[in-house]
């Protein structure tokens, strides 16, 4: 597959050009409402400045890329740009747009659009909060105007994923956001030119959001969305608790029901409702590639989480088997590292081991040789002249309550080594503010991958401080840096490998995430009599960040 991709940009003539002929008729009958759940509420709706997962929902109904991917061999393939070309020193991306294309308004998306997007994201004075999208993609040199139809893209660097990376940037009507400031007023408003609308008046803040199927979308005529985005109606409904998420299931007051980490508990009764219902529907797939990982996101920029050694004991005061087996029923493994498990980018490297003892050597190393009357290491250090006591703590945020369980067995584990875990619960919205502004000693992360690792995303130490970088830790690693600027230009396999597992193996020895576990499987129940999943419900390559196997391959059923 990275061959594939390597020999589309060594390719210098025509790389993809949309299917010729009359649209492809979609076998899918076409209709009804499919009622989904946000457990948590979207920070914003502009996901170039929120970025989370419940805003991503939203913008893969209603946004337009470039291009789509094949989630079965990750290869490119025709939407905004029906076809495209990429120079001979894999800097240059010309696409040709398709004349169809319009926005949910009627109108043409042109050139000019593409280039405004791009011209605007990357901009850090308009656009702060987009360094997510600059990292990810890398410099730019310019974007021209070729004619209303074409567009070039001149990038600052060589990436062998590059052609993948830009056709994902989703594409703004210059026409709607021209005005004001992008980091502020465009929160509650969506204007698109993908196969869904949202609606304004229907929505409801902090209860629903609903999206209305645009007829004879445009894209429809390419094979990407063949028994794609089949319901009229999608409606997000915001229900925190997984107990009661499943009871609105239960009700079919929900359509489909994803299991995740808090829900594991729920799938435990099989011979009780709704699993004995004639219309009830149960599927899994294995998660293995890719699959999400999850951390605990420490500041390294100051305090005592700009300790090393402090780090490491982190790592060894949590107890993963343990919490695996308690709480998540051995449905998770435990996490070595940042890069998705059974990559081949991997450096295959054992989770760390639940080790009390060695973290307690380690904090003795840094100086926490003293314990207050309750109990907690402590080290005197010298603060505008004065010797003050700094205590083994952390105030850990999180913004899932099913993380209370096991921050619970965590706060314990770290006691019995002297060490002060605070769990602290906040609103998403809340949280990230305080993200935003890196001021949190540690916080509770969740990060979904793709098949090849993006680092420079989450680790660059070039961006650690601009505000709204991913990089929450701030690491600033001189040879991860190194690494990550020269990795994605090397068009030689093996080498490129060598070099991305020497990354997560600085990764892993800087240790700025606590790596907890990694899930296992999709786990999906549905209603029969209101679904029908489609002959390919789990692709190879979804990915999870909008949990694509099971949200948008299945079709209404028709009554």
Not at 159 to 181: D, N, P, Q
Not at 239 to 245: F, G, I, L, M, S
Not at 366 to 379: I, M, N, P, Q, V
Request: aromatic share 16%; proline share 4%; net charge positive.
């Amino acid at each position: 597959m990275t061959k594939l991709i390597f020999k589309l940009l060594a390719t210098v003539t025509l790389l993809w050009a949309a299917p010729s002929g009359a649209a492809i008729e979609d076998a899918a009958w076409k209709g009804g409402t499919v009622n989904l759940r946000f457990k948590a509420w979207p920070k914003a709706l502009n996901y170039l400045t929120a970025s989370d997962v419940y805003t991503g929902n939203i913008w893969y109904h209603v946004g337009v890329h470039l291009l789509a991917t094949d989630e079965n061999t990750w290869t490119p393939l025709p939407w905004l740009a029906k076809k495209w070309e990429v120079s001979k020193d894999k800097k240059t991306f010309t696409f040709h747009l398709d004349a169809d294309a319009t926005w949910d308004d009627g109108t043409p998306i042109t050139a000019e659009d593409v280039k405004f997007s791009f011209d605007l994201f990357w901009d850090a004075k308009r656009c702060v909060l987009c360094e997510p999208v600059r990292s990810y993609n890398g410099p730019i040199e310019y974007v021209k105007v070729i004619n209303p139809l074409t567009v070039e893209i001149r990038t600052g660097d060589v990436h062998f994923e590059k052609l993948e990376r830009l056709g994902s940037v989703y594409i703004l009507a210059k026409s709607k956001y021209s005005a004001g400031t992008f980091d502020k007023d465009y929160d509650k408003v969506i204007y698109g030119g993908g196969p869904y609308v949202y609606d304004n008046k229907a929505s409801e803040y902090r209860k629903t959001v609903v999206l209305n199927r645009r007829k004879n979308y445009w894209a429809n005529k390419y094979e990407y969305f063949h028994q794609r985005f089949n319901f009229d109606k999608i409606v997000y409904k915001y229900v925190e608790d997984h107990a009661v998420a499943f009871e609105m299931f239960k009700r079919k007051e929900l359509d489909y029901f994803y299991f995740e980490y808090d829900a594991y508990e729920s799938m435990e009764n099989r011979a009780a409702a709704p699993f004995t219902d004639k219309d009830f529907g149960f599927a899994q797939a294995d998660k293995f590639y890719p699959s999400t990982w999850m951390g605990i996101a420490i500041n390294m920029r100051s305090g005592i989480g700009a300790d090393k050694k402090v780090r490491n004991a982190m790592q060894y005061l949590l107890n993963r088997q343990e919490m695996i087996a308690k709480v998540f029923k051995n449905h998770m493994v435990p996490a070595p590292g940042p890069f998705n498990r059974g990559s081949k980018y991997s450096s295959q490297s054992k989770p760390a081991e639940y080790s009390p003892e060695k973290a307690k050597a380690l904090l003795k190393e840094e100086g926490f040789t003293k314990a207050g009357s309750d109990g907690y290491l402590y080290r005197e250090v010298t603060e505008n002249g004065k010797t003050v006591q700094q205590r083994a703590s952390f105030t850990v945020l999180f913004a899932n309550l099913a993380h209370e369980k096991w921050m619970t067995m965590y706060k314990e584990d770290a006691k019995k080594a002297g060490v002060e875990i605070n769990p602290r619960f906040m609103e998403w919205s809340a949280m990230t503010k305080l993200m935003e502004e890196y001021k949190f000693d540690a916080l509770v992360m969740g990060w979904s991958g793709d098949i090849v690792p993006a680092p420079e995303q989450l680790f660059d130490g070039k961006v650690a401080g601009n505000k709204g970088s991913s990089n929450y830790p701030g690491i600033n690693i001189a040879e991860l840096n190194k690494l990550m600027e020269d990795a994605p230009g090397e068009f030689n396999e093996k080498k490129r490998i060598e070099m991305f597992q020497r990354m997560e193996k600085i990764l892993i020895d800087e240790n700025p995430y606590v790596y907890r576990w990694v899930e296992k499987n999709h786990y999906v129940a549905y209603w029969k009599d209101r679904l029908n999943p489609t002959d390919k419900a789990f692709l190879k390559y979804s990915g999870d960040l909008n949990r694509r196997p099971f949200h948008f391959h299945w079709r209404a059923v028709k009554k």
